[in-house]
């Protein structure tokens, strides 16, 4: 039984259920980013209502890579379950690094794997495949289950000339082929890209052309985790016997990592710390940031908006975005670019710099390994809804049965018995909003009242009764935020403070007792009112107190 809980028509917080009998394996446990309409909401990570039902059966989590739409639900989950975590060394290095900034009761049971490796679970065996991806360590898996054999691609590309020389083992994946694979669910993302994606050496190559050409300080923005582009970026540096700074949270932090396990290597004297940058010239200086995707508090962005502290962008600078933006970026990541140009500086950003390529399999290597596996049942998955379809057409082309593609949704029960597999069910599969410390606790209509106090404010009415209700004793005053600038309002303000006590006196004379009812009043009469004038509709909060 197959139960993806994220992934599937959306990107991020990727999570799939394996189940077969009485045990349940996990495969990642990722989070996804919030759109912008949801405001004030830090992350949003998949509903393991399901686990928790289940929760004696779950045996281990298994990630196949350190990205965080793969690991980063991990913390809220291990709260709830004791499991063991495998995983990589990179991507476990990621995740403890990650560990050490969140209190937990216990302490997390990690385990490294390699490829090759076979885990056993009841009646399951999970043997991990090496695969190429935007980050080292990446992984395929190729479950055994009585009922027949599942092979999940992970994150992947095809990458003939990997920057760590490990190759996605072909071999082994022919062999599956040839033992049958019942099932395969295979990375969707590029399924619109023709052709094959071109492998990360090709970036080493187009940095050492940017640093031939470069007359002053480079500086490089691309992904914290893709630890094959720090190492090109610092290879190139090295050649050109130029210093490197690391600069932004996440990517100091990444490149500690990969040099504390031995992924990066950089002979000493070439890195120096953002104190030190002042002491080189600014033509011997490579820095390396975080912010290709625009992120407002990234350091590339702020080195744009003149807000960094240490590195202003001077005319000299070859400013290099190697990343393309993550769609719903585009408009944040053109805007940085812009102001890097108004600065002077050289912006190289272009698809045709080959200062970029991306970790997921095009139309032809997606092509490719179908051919190779040759599955009976295919789910495609990783990607939005319109990819997965594609994907599954393209499934079909090749030769997969049209009743034997699922295109699921997140949630989908997806049954396989020796003789056949279909959709038999759903379970609880939504988005769990994180908010600082709260899980889950904000809903609809929470989210509903910020998008209402973010259009046009709030005006909160406090009006004093006696006791009896009969009489209004002080008020109403009238506080308001994100509504007018009051000071140049004074007279709309007046104008609505003596409407609602107007409004207040009718209905006590009418003998209206009730405060919900007085409350409603407010409410409504001043909603119109102020529409009238303004035609904002402002979020009114009446606060009646009784002496
Ligand atoms: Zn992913
Ligand atoms: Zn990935």
């Known amino acids: 039984?197959?139960?993806?809980?994220?992934?599937?028509?959306e990107v991020g917080k990727n999570m799939l259920v394996v189940e077969y009998g009485n045990d349940i394996v996990l495969i990642d446990a990722g989070l996804m980013f919030p759109e912008d309409e949801l405001l004030g909401i830090d992350v949003v990570i998949p509903d393991i209502t399901y686990l928790q039902e289940n929760k004696d059966k779950l045996r281990a989590i298994i990630i196949t890579h350190g990205h965080e739409d793969h690991i980063g639900a991990l913390p809220y989950i291990l709260k709830d379950f004791d499991v063991p975590v495998y995983g990589m060394k990179l991507a476990i290095a990621i995740i403890k690094s990650k560990f050490n900034e969140i209190p937990m009761t216990r302490e997390p049971n990690f385990q490294l794997i390699k490829p090759k490796d076979v885990l056993k679970f009841g009646e399951m065996e999970f043997e991990i495949i090496q695969s190429t991806h935007s980050i080292p360590d990446s992984v395929a898996i190729f479950i055994k289950t009585p009922v027949g054999n599942v092979f999940h691609t992970g994150d992947f590309k095809l990458d003939q000339t990997p920057v760590d020389g490990k190759l996605l083992d072909i071999n082994r994946i022919a062999q599956?082929?040839?033992e049958g694979v019942m099932v395969m669910l295979s990375d969707?993302?590029?399924?619109?890209?023709?052709?094959?994606?071109?492998?990360?050496?090709?970036?080493?190559?187009a940095f050492n052309e940017q640093f031939r050409v470069a007359k002053g300080r480079i500086i490089i923005a691309t992904f914290a985790s893709n630890v094959h582009r720090i190492k090109q970026a610092i290879d190139a540096a090295i050649k050109f016997e130029k210093k490197v700074c690391i600069v932004g949270r996440s990517m100091e932090n990444v490149t500690a990592i990969a040099q504390e396990i031995g992924y990066l290597t950089i002979p000493?004297?070439?890195?120096?710390?953002?104190?030190?940058?002042?002491?080189?010239?600014?033509?011997?200086?490579?820095?390396?940031?975080?912010?290709?995707?625009?992120?407002?508090?990234?350091?590339?962005?702020?080195?744009?908006?003149?807000?960094?502290?240490?590195?202003?962008?001077d005319s000299g600078d070859t400013v290099i975005i190697s990343a393309t933006p993550i769609p719903g970026n585009e408009k944040s990541v053109y805007k940085t670019i812009d102001f890097l140009f108004r600065l002077g500086a050289k912006v190289v950003y272009e698809k045709s710099s080959g200062t970029h390529v991306s970790g997921?399999?095009?139309?032809?290597?997606?092509?490719?390994?179908?051919?190779?596996?040759?599955?009976?049942?295919?789910?495609?998955?990783?990607?939005?809804?319109?990819?997965?379809?594609?994907?599954?057409?393209?499934a079909e082309e090749l030769g997969v049965k049209k009743e034997n593609i699922f295109v699921a949704e997140n949630g989908n029960v997806i049954e396989f018995t020796k003789e056949k597999g279909c959709i038999s069910g759903k379970v609880p599969a939504g988005r769990v909003l994180v908010d600082g410390l709260g899980?889950?606790?904000?809903?609809?209509?929470?989210l509903r009242d910020r998008r209402q106090l973010s259009q046009d404010g709030i005006l909160i009415v406090v009006a004093t009764l006696n006791r009896q209700a009969t009489k209004l004793l002080a008020g109403p005053d009238i506080v308001s935020r994100g509504f007018v600038y009051v000071r140049e309002s004074e007279d709309l303000m007046l104008e609505a403070k003596r409407f609602v006590q107007q409004n207040l006196e009718v209905s006590l004379e009418n003998g209206v007792k009730d405060w919900a009812t007085l409350k409603n009043n407010i409410r409504d009469s001043l909603g119109r009112f102020l529409y009238e004038k303004t035609k904002r509709r402002p979020m009114i909060l009446p606060i009646i107190v009784e002496v």
């Open 1 to 9: 039984m197959l139960i993806p809980l994220g992934g599937l028509g």
């Open 176 to 178: 599956i082929s040839e």
């Open 188 to 205: 969707s993302t590029n399924v619109e890209k023709a052709g094959f994606t071109q492998s990360e050496k090709v970036v080493g190559e």
């Open 268 to 313: 000493e004297g070439t890195l120096i710390t953002l104190n030190e940058i002042n002491n080189y010239p600014t033509e011997e200086m490579v820095i390396i940031t975080t912010g290709s995707q625009g992120e407002p508090m990234a350091a590339l962005s702020r080195m744009a908006k003149g807000d960094h502290r240490q590195i202003k962008i």
């Open 360 to 394: 997921h399999a095009s139309r032809d290597e997606l092509k490719l390994i179908l051919n190779l596996v040759k599955p009976e049942y295919f789910i495609p998955v990783h990607g939005e809804y319109r990819m997965l379809l594609k994907h599954g057409e393209l």
């Open 439 to 446: 899980v889950g606790d904000i809903g609809n209509i929470v």
